[in-house]
């Protein structure tokens, strides 16, 4: 149809009914989604109170239970707080128990009774860790949601008793966000910056700098002493080098001299060797004859005695 209508569907998974009567009342819904959607029933009122900064966050924001939209904010009000602190933000939020699904049960008819198991259900969700927490949806345009989920094992946890106000509605304890445990870490480290001496750590950077340029401009002008200082070393190192050639150069003549079979102090040292053991042997024999003879000494060695002559016959026989 061009102009629009209205159309009828029954939703799935849903039981056929007999067909309406006269006059029967019906729900609209703006859209085929909305109609074709399971059934949220009753809606249940939560009051949420937030001490931070609610920026961010907008009527109709959603509500969501580990991750699953469960309801919409209603309202956001500002809460007369104690004197000398922040005012309290107070948060209206619809949400849809049966959007719980089987962690809450079979459901049944909204009646006085529905409304306290509703209480009893998440009475054993707070007694678990249950709480509210703001939570940025969009990092683009900050726009907060309201996140219903446990605390961390670490946390500490308090006994909350749950109670429903003469509306029906129930007040559900709130945890800080992510942004507001956020804030005083930042600030302080923020703090802790703030106390670091950056102006004396500046100051004695400039003053090492200072010190490493003096040294610097020190072997500037050192550098042509060195200079010079290394070409009298390499100077003395090639004299060294030319003596060190010298002493090997006499060495090699002293060992042709010493050792060679044909080198003349060899020959001249064999000579002297035999004059001396000539000499030991005739000092050798005058101290035998001193020995014999003592009186040698003084009377001196006597004459040789004359040698006689043999009778011929004497030879002859």
Same mark, same amino acid.
């Given at each position: 149809?061009?102009?629009?209508?209205?159309?009828?569907?029954? !939703? $799935?998974?849903?039981?056929?009914?007999?067909?309406?009567? +006269?006059?029967?009342?019906?729900?609209? %819904? /703006?859209?085929? =989604?909305?109609?074709?959607?399971?059934?949220?029933?009753?809606?249940?009122?939560?009051?949420?109170?937030?001490?931070?900064?609610?920026?961010?966050?907008?009527?109709?924001?959603?509500?969501?239970?580990?991750?699953?939209?469960?309801?919409?904010?209603?309202?956001?009000?500002?809460?007369?707080? !104690? $004197?000398?602190?922040?005012?309290?933000?107070?948060?209206? +939020?619809?949400?849809?128990?049966?959007? %719980? /699904?089987?962690? =809450?049960?079979?459901?049944?008819?909204p009646t006085a009774s529905e409304s306290g198991s509703n209480l009893a259900f998440l009475q054993r969700l707070v007694d678990s860790g249950l709480r509210g927490q703001l939570r940025?949806?969009?990092?683009?345009?900050?726009?907060?949601?309201?996140?219903?989920?446990?605390?961390? !094992?670490?946390?500490?946890?308090?006994?909350?008793?749950?109670? +429903?106000?003469?509306?029906?509605?129930?007040?559900?304890?709130?945890?800080?966000?992510?942004?507001?445990?956020?804030?005083?870490?930042?600030?302080?480290?923020?703090?802790?910056?703030?106390?670091?001496?950056?102006?004396?750590?500046?100051?004695?950077?400039?003053?090492?700098?200072?010190?490493?340029?003096?040294?610097?401009?020190?072997?500037?002008?050192?550098?042509p002493d060195a200079q010079k200082a290394l070409v009298g070393v390499q100077t003395t190192l090639t004299e060294v080098q030319r003596t060190l050639g010298s002493a090997q150069a006499?060495?090699?003549?002293?060992?042709?001299?010493?050792?060679?079979?044909?080198?003349?102090?060899?020959?001249?040292?064999?000579?002297?060797?035999?004059?001396?053991?000539?000499?030991?042997?005739?000092?050798?024999?005058?101290?035998?004859?001193?020995?014999?003879?003592?009186?040698?000494?003084?009377?001196?060695?006597?004459?040789?005695?004359?040698?006689?002559?043999?009778?011929?016959?004497?030879?002859?026989?």
């Open positions: 149809m061009i102009a629009g209508g209205v159309a009828f569907e029954q !939703a $799935p998974d849903t039981p056929k009914s007999p067909p309406a009567e +006269a006059n029967a009342a019906f729900t609209l %819904f /703006g859209d085929r =989604r909305s109609a074709m959607a399971p059934p949220d029933g009753a809606a249940l009122s939560l009051r949420l109170v937030f001490s931070g900064s609610v920026r961010g966050l907008v009527i109709g924001a959603p509500v969501d239970f580990l991750g699953v939209e469960i309801g919409n904010v209603r309202s956001i009000a500002l809460q007369q707080g !104690a $004197p000398g602190q922040r005012f309290p933000v107070l948060v209206t +939020a619809d949400i849809y128990p049966l959007r %719980f /699904g089987k962690l =809450r049960g079979v459901p049944g008819t940025t949806g969009n990092l683009l345009t900050s726009q907060l949601y309201v996140a219903l989920d446990f605390m961390a !094992a670490s946390a500490p946890k308090s006994k909350v008793v749950l109670l +429903a106000d003469a509306e029906g509605g129930i007040a559900l304890p709130t945890m800080p966000g992510t942004l507001s445990e956020l804030q005083p870490q930042v600030a302080r480290i923020v703090e802790t910056l703030s106390k670091i001496p950056f102006v004396d750590i500046a100051a004695s950077v400039q003053t090492t700098l200072n010190q490493v340029n003096t040294a610097v401009a020190s072997i500037d002008r050192l550098a006499s060495m090699q003549r002293i060992d042709r001299n010493l050792l060679d079979d044909n080198a003349p102090i060899q020959r001249q040292v064999e000579l002297t060797l035999s004059e001396v053991q000539r000499a030991a042997q005739s000092l050798r024999v005058l101290t035998d004859y001193l020995q014999l003879h003592p009186e040698a000494v003084v009377r001196g060695k006597p004459a040789d005695a004359p040698v006689q002559a043999q009778p011929p016959e004497t030879r002859a026989r």
